[in-house]
């Protein structure tokens, strides 16, 4: 891809699109109100709020009041929303919300706001081609034009994400004369980070929405195509699980029997947060997980101890040996299934490999049994690990989408009126193109 900017004329696509928007024909209201030269919390990243226009017209005590009150909220709100960049304050919430039950669902774009999404989704693909990383794009639409600018990709050496470019760009289009009655749209394939130390792009899009809101009166949408968080180096609450603990929590009934189960064996609870989250992802059902096979790269890197049986024979054997168990390992991979399959499934697959197994004519007769119980103690304990990496990454995804829906769902009250942000639904096309090519690239 290689655009940078391009503009065309066309038609809107429906007719509604063709009334005036609400803030068209009138004065920027409500973020418009006066905010006594206060910048948002004075954090990094935050929007610095300019003095708002003159509004040329007396106001009478009470409207101002309301414009005051209005202004404090807003204030206050904003502040809140700055401790999001704080990993602990969001685990803690998050963690909380799973403890009551209440994880949120998807948050979603508004039907008409999606719609727009993947026309302009579709036209960008047209023009640059699908892209499989993570990468930004805008669209500014006006009555009878839209301006598409980007993609723009990260450069993560100099720490810049590309929704800054976006952000930037847009501010220069916005500045060169925009009227209220344009729409930003911001696309981004991760959503907007929580993670980045200093100006996360979430706070960074928030910020800069209301700024616009109040210097031109336009309202700001952003979709991206799936949940981002804290991913990275921050994401540390569920690195720790291991698979008995996960063990452990199947197994018992609720918290405080888990709490028992630990104790007893010497090993220090997840708090309830984590439990819940757990737990409910141990109940959905959907535990189905892959294993790569022999041609995984670190396939026989889990069978050490097999090989450690005859390390201290000489060396001629020793290679024979060697090549009978690698042979060996490697035919028990064959028997996995290509599907993801359950954890007892892979379990049963290892236990009759290890009774039927063949060997060749070069082991010896007594060996054969040490190699067996090494062998399926082998594959247990990487079934195991492989089970206990697959829960925590699921963890790890519900905590990063519960992060961002809570968020969402927390602003959404204040910002309504500015700032649209969701999640695009894609049709089965569309994703064919989009989630076929995605990396963990961000
Ligand atoms: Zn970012």
Redesign the pocket.
């Known amino acids: 891809m290689q655009l940078s900017m391009w503009s065309r004329k066309r038609p809107l696509l429906r007719e509604y699109e063709r009334e005036a928007s609400p803030c068209a024909k009138k004065p920027v209201t409500g973020l418009s109100a006066p905010l006594g030269g206060w910048e948002a919390d004075g954090s990094e990243g935050a929007a610095h709020v300019r003095p708002s226009r003159s509004w040329g017209h007396s106001c009478p005590d009470a409207c101002w009041n309301q414009q005051a009150a209005h202004v404090e909220n807003t204030r206050h709100h904003l502040q809140q929303l700055s401790s999001w960049a704080d990993t602990q304050y969001s685990v803690n919430k998050v963690l909380e919300l799973f403890k009551s039950g209440q994880a949120p669902s998807h948050i979603f774009l508004p039907d008409s706001v999606n719609e727009k999404f993947r026309a302009f989704h579709r036209d960008i693909q047209q023009e640059c081609g699908a892209e499989d990383k993570q990468h930004s794009w805008a669209v500014i639409e006006k009555r009878e034009e839209v301006i598409m600018y980007g993609p723009y990709f990260p450069n993560y050496s100099s720490g810049e994400?590309s929704?800054d470019t976006v952000i930037g760009q847009t501010q220069e289009l916005l500045e060169s004369g925009a009227a209220s009655d344009w729409k930003v749209y911001v696309f981004t394939v991760n959503s907007?980070?929580l993670a980045?130390s200093t100006a996360?792009?979430m706070l960074n899009l928030v910020y800069k929405a209301l700024e616009w809101r109040h210097l031109y009166g336009v309202k700001t949408h952003v979709g991206y195509v799936r949940c981002w968080g804290f991913k990275g180096n921050k994401e540390t609450a569920f690195r720790d699980v291991t698979y008995q603990q996960v063990e452990r929590m199947t197994q018992t009934e609720d918290y405080e029997g888990y709490v028992n189960a630990e104790w007893t064996a010497d090993v220090n609870p997840l708090c309830e947060g984590l439990y819940a989250a757990a737990k409910r992802l141990l109940g959905s059902g959907h535990l189905d997980f892959p294993l790569s096979g022999p041609q995984g790269q670190d396939w026989r890197s889990h069978f050490k101890s097999v090989h450690g049986i005859f390390d201290d024979d000489p060396e001629e054997e020793r290679k024979v040996l060697t090549q009978e168990a690698n042979a060996l390992i490697e035919a028990a991979g064959a028997r996995l299934p290509e599907r993801p399959a359950r954890l007892g499934e892979y379990l049963e697959i290892g236990k009759e490999f290890a009774l039927s197994g063949a060997f060749g004519p070069n082991v010896p007769e007594p060996l054969r049994d040490q190699m067996r119980v090494a062998f399926q103690r082998c594959w247990r304990e990487m079934v195991q690990d492989k089970y206990a990496e697959f829960i925590r990454e699921r963890l790890t995804e519900d905590f990063n989408r519960c992060t961002v829906e809570l968020f969402i769902k927390e602003i959404v009250e204040f910002t309504k009126e500015y700032l649209e942000i969701g999640k695009i639904q894609f049709s089965e096309n569309d994703l064919k193109v989009v989630t076929n090519n995605l990396s963990d690239a961000e």
Do not use: A, I, V
């Open positions: 994400h929704e907007p980070c980045r996360p792009c």
